[in-house]
Every structure is written in structure tokens, then in C-alpha cells.
């Protein structure tokens, strides 16, 4: 077992970021923080350490266990690392969920189900009335 190991593959072994590189962006942006202080990728970590990850909305944090920097199973994670997130931030994750989807703003990008619904509903041929005259042209150039 190793006395130390790199951030961004101890994030990625303990199965806290999907891909190492996604670990080491998540350090380069200053997401990953040992204490107060953001941490860059390369950074060492030893047993004992807090490290708090930064998961919009709420922040993660997790006590290391062991050094790692080879991948392991799911079924071992809970002998590399400890969840001490605490509850506040899980009740502020539920709040969340709960509110819905807040990060977009209304009218920019792809329409929420529940919008493309009242598109569709609005669209729908029963509002469309096929017997609706528009009228003459000459009547519409005066």
C-alpha cells in the first residue's frame, strides 16, 4: 500500500469522477479543494486527508482511507475512502431535485418536456379551424 498518491487519480480510482480526466479538470478549475485551498491535479494526498469535491449543487466530501491509483471495484470503495458529506448538503441536493431544474434560464436552449408539450398542444389541429377565411387579396393590398 502506498504512503501517498496523485489527487486526480485517487478521485478517478475511488470512483468519485468517471474518467482521470475528468478528475483532473474538475482540479484545474477549482472544484477539488484540500481544506480551503483549491488543488491542482498533481497534488499528493496521504491517509487522513479531506478532500471536498464540488458537484453542482452541493459539495462532496470524503476522507481518504488508503492511497490508491489503480482503479478498484465498487464493493471496495468503502476500504479506500469515507463519505463525510454532511447532511445539510444532502438536504440541500433533495431541495433540488425536488424545486426542479433551476439552471435555465426560460427560453434559451431545447424546450423542457413539460414546454414541448404546450407547444404541441398549442400547435394541435384542434385549434386550427381549416374553414377559417383570410379573405379576399384585393380587400388585403388596400
Known sequence: MKEEARIDKWLWAARIFKTRTIAANAC???RVKI???A???SHTIKPGDIINVRKTPITYSFKVLQAIENRVGAKLVPEVMENV???EQYELLEMSKISGFVDRSRGT?????KERRELDGFISPEYIDEEFDFGDEEDNIK
Open 35 to 37: 481544506g480551503d485551498s
Open 39 to 41: 488543488v491542482k491535479a
Open 28 to 30: 484545474k478549475i477549482g
Open 85 to 87: 458529506t454532511s447532511r
Open 109 to 113: 436552449g431545447r424546450p423542457t418536456k
